[in-house]
């Protein structure tokens, strides 16, 4: 695995070198009277009823420091000082009010993006822009892309690098999710594919490891531990070897670029697969208990935003998709792409603003419950659009659209409890949905508010689903593909306290549900598809180590 490295030794030097004097520029080194000034305004921020981002701009103003504003990652590093020397009262109340993304930790985990090294697409997609300096569909100005190339694509330094922004702003990075994103992850060789998960874990775990099995065991137990791992790849690129390959990385979500699912609009577009081939690989990962988020792109050549809204439903409709996440990524005419060319010759129009706020709108009352929609709109660079919408703040637009209708979106991301404080409500619910491997079950539990506390997805596999997997251990069982109780990050060893939903029985209570279920069901067994940094979480929960799983006996 020594030959990936993707820089040299000596260009992974410098750029080790200049992201040590970026921090060392960015260190909290204030004058005492600045310090003092520090302290008035933290204790400006605490005293807030309600504290809104412009509220905090206008504290900053208000209280700066001798030349110019103070940053924010100096606010969060002196209100540790300042708790830490007893000077304040630690407030993870105030922290929040004082990072500068505390929505990155709002779902329950922080979440790490690396991205792959430029290599080729097996694709020939109109709609995807080529840019030799990235992977495949990504630009060199999108904030990711940007960080990776400074740091050389390496895939330890990237990581390294954000797990200390998150904790320079306040981010407990205890609990990590990492997102693999770039190209198709299938395509790239498999060594890369093992040195690269190895790299990111060793920069989690603190320590080299000789192997990626080392880096494994070594996460389990260490101080920033990886909860779920994420690959984005191609339907048609999904089969028995992959999805046993994908396990032994350590994979726990899939991302697949389904893009449409009516085939004459996947062929016009060349996307070179077809609806089936999506359905196909959906059922072999959902039978494996991956969880599965799709990759839907409205505007694509030969569509119409009616023909879209009919599209969207088959999402839902059709057992053979019913992803557990969404992805909406409105095809952007960018000037990379190929479709340039049929737009210059009057063949296609891309949607206004109106349009696609009015779709999309729709398509967020149509999600079920048991979805996520992650994103609804792709932020591109306004320089690369050619025509069409450049509108970047289109989920904010639409929410008040709807407000203003009389309308609500349900899926997961808009009742989430996203750090309020609440009391979650004792019952368990349950949304049941077939699929065409077996049936589903979505356990929730909801606050007082009725808001999404947590949830649990339960998978009740066909004996001949199970079987198309080829894994053994799998057989007779139900299988638990996500567990996850919302709110702000709580760190590892502490529980939750003032309503916050994250350790405080949520998860074990959904467990306890769903063994009864399964076992009531006729199941023998029950296994969960873990990551890396919660087995032990299971294994106290009476789980045994399998070869890819964990699992219990119910009987």
């Not at 959902?286 to 009919?310: C, E, Y």
């Not at 979805?371 to 989920?395: E, M």
């Not at 979106?409 to 619910?429: D, H, K, M, P, Y």
Request: charged share 25%; hydrophobic share 40%.
């Amino acid at each position: 695995m020594g030959a990936w490295p993707p820089v040299t030794h000596h260009s992974s030097l410098l750029i080790a070198m200049r992201t040590a004097e970026w921090y060392a520029r960015h260190e909290w080194a204030v004058t005492p009277q600045e310090e003092a000034q520090l302290l008035r305004l933290i204790e400006a921020v605490a005293a807030l009823r309600a504290a809104r981002p412009s509220d905090l701009a206008r504290l900053l103003r208000r209280y700066p420091r001798a030349n110019g504003q103070f940053s924010k990652d100096q606010l969060v590093a002196a209100y540790h000082h300042f708790c830490e020397t007893g000077q304040l009262r630690f407030d993870p109340d105030v922290l929040r009010r004082l990072q500068m993304k505390p929505t990155r930790t709002l779902s329950g985990v922080a979440t790490v993006t690396v991205l792959t090294r430029p290599f080729p697409c097996p694709g020939a997609c109109i709609f995807c822009p080529t840019d030799v300096r990235m992977p495949k569909s990504y630009l060199h100005d999108e904030p990711g892309a940007i960080r990776a190339e400074y740091h050389g694509f390496d895939p330890y330094l990237t990581t390294l690098s954000r797990l200390r922004a998150l904790r320079n702003i306040g981010h407990a990075t205890d609990k990590i999710e990492l997102l693999i994103l770039g190209g198709t992850w299938s395509y790239y060789p498999e060594d890369y594919q093992t040195w690269f998960v190895q790299r990111c874990l060793d920069a989690l775990n603190g320590v080299e490891s000789a192997s990626l099995a080392e880096a494994q065991h070594v996460n389990e137990t260490a101080a920033q531990r990886n909860v779920g791992l994420v690959i984005e790849t191609r339907p048609d690129y999904i089969d028995v070897a992959e999805v046993g390959r994908l396990r032994r990385l350590g994979v726990t979500r899939v991302q697949l670029g389904a893009q449409s699912c009516d085939d004459r609009i996947l062929e016009l577009n060349q996307r070179g697969h077809t609806v089936e081939q999506t359905r196909q690989a959906i059922k072999l990962l959902r039978a494996a208990g991956f969880k599965i988020q799709l990759h839907w792109m409205p505007n694509l050549l030969g569509a119409t935003p009616a023909s879209d809204r009919v599209d969207y439903q088959r999402l839902w409709s059709d057992p053979g998709l019913r992803p557990d996440e969404l992805k909406i990524y409105p095809n952007a005419l960018v000037q990379e792409a190929e479709l340039v060319q049929w737009y210059e010759r009057g063949e296609f129009t891309p949607y206004t603003t109106d349009e696609l706020i009015d779709l999309l709108a729709d398509c967020k009352v149509m999600t079920p419950e048991y979805a996520r929609l992650n994103r609804i709109v792709r932020d591109i660079p306004k320089d690369h659009i050619v025509a069409g919408s450049t509108a970047s703040n289109l989920r904010e637009v639409i929410q008040r659209q709807l407000s203003a209708e009389g309308r609500a979106c349900r899926c997961i991301r808009c009742r989430e409890v996203r750090g309020e404080s609440a009391r979650a409500l004792g019952a368990v619910g349950a949304i049941e949905y077939e699929t065409s491997g077996g049936r589903e079950l979505f356990l929730n539990v909801n606050t007082d508010s009725g808001k999404l506390a947590g949830f649990l997805r339960l998978s009740f596999p066909t004996a001949e689903a199970t079987t198309l997997t080829g894994i053994g251990e799998l057989r007779g069982a139900a299988i638990v593909r996500e567990v996850h109780v919302y709110g702000p990050v709580v760190e590892l060893g502490q529980s939750g306290t003032g309503g916050k939903a994250q350790h405080s029985g949520l998860g074990a209570k959904l467990l306890r549900e769903a063994e009864e279920r399964a076992r009531a069901a006729g199941y023998d067994r029950l296994a969960v598809i873990s990551a890396i940094g919660t087995r032990h979480y299971y294994l106290k929960h009476g789980f045994q180590r399998g070869e890819l799983y964990l699992i219990k006996a119910l009987k």
